[in-house]
């Protein structure tokens, strides 16, 4: 079980808005960026989101991200089927001598 | 363009010393604010990080796994190496080595990130 959580699995029709959610502490999202990968099946996970809410070059404005408190969030505008992936969230986390994190993981199904 | 390749054995005897190689092109291990780290995916499973090597030598390491890992650099072939000692059908995963850069105007580990993955390699531990 992940310090962070996602929710299992979201699903969406194409066209419509989907959100994924990440909760995690004070010694990780509360204190330090939030990144969210995208991997499709078979592939090695893509960087969507870094930095909370930046878009590294080449990625569409249809995703962005937002961070409150110890919460983070991806969401997804104008849904695709080539959305249809696993999505993670990662951060640094202070404690246990310090270390990248990742989240579970939200398997992404578009109807 | 940044890229990364790892390669290693695909298969490996419980108790084996696992050693794999990143060979990377399109930056220098040199530059500062640059790093190289491996992270691994059991099937099924989120990515979980292992180490880090920053571009002045420093290193870190999972903390639960420091005592298994070596993460070793060849700035002038363009390499990272990682070792893994004592390997157990539970580390079957596929290892990927990923490009970190450091953000601007931060400093500390925290402030890097994984932007560019390899294409991953499977290693399976079996006897």
């Known amino acids: 079980q992940s310090v962070l959580s996602q929710p299992p699995s979201a699903s969406a029709t194409p066209g419509q808005r989907v959100t994924i959610s990440c909760s995690g502490s004070?010694?990780?999202?509360?204190?330090?960026?939030v990144y969210w990968y995208q991997q499709l099946p078979g592939t090695a996970p893509k960087l969507l989101i870094y930095?909370?809410?930046e878009r590294p070059s080449g990625v569409p404005d249809r995703f962005s991200g937002s961070k409150s408190g110890s919460s983070a969030s991806l969401a997804i505008s104008g849904l695709r089927s080539e959305d249809e992936a696993d999505y993670y969230c990662?951060?640094?986390?202070?404690?246990?001598?310090?270390?990248?994190?990742f989240g579970g993981g939200t398997k992404l199904t578009v109807l | 363009q940044i890229t990364l390749k790892e390669s290693g054995p695909t298969l490996v005897k419980p108790t084996q010393t696992l050693t794999l190689t990143c060979t990377f092109s399109?930056?220098?291990?040199?530059?500062?604010?640059?790093?190289v780290g491996w992270l691994r995916q059991s099937p099924g499973k989120a990515p979980e990080w292992l180490a880090l090597?920053?571009?002045?030598?420093?290193?870190r390491y999972r903390s639960s796994l420091k005592s298994r890992l070596t993460i070793t650099k060849d700035t002038s072939k363009n390499q990272v190496v990682l070792t893994m000692t004592n390997m157990d059908p539970v580390d079957t995963a596929t290892y990927y080595c990923?490009?970190?850069?450091?953000?601007?105007?931060?400093?500390?580990?925290?402030?890097?990130?994984?932007?560019?993955w390899g294409q991953g390699t499977l290693v399976t531990v079996s006897s």
């Open positions: 399109g930056f220098s291990l040199s530059t500062s604010g640059v790093g």
């Open positions: 930095r909370n809410t």
């Open positions: 990662s951060v640094w986390d202070d404690s246990l001598g310090g270390l990248w994190m």
């Open positions: 090597i920053y571009w002045d030598g420093d290193k």
């Open positions: 004070g010694s990780n999202i509360g204190s330090n960026f």
């Open positions: 990923a490009h970190s850069i450091r953000g601007p105007r931060c400093s500390g580990s925290p402030c890097y990130y994984f932007d560019y």
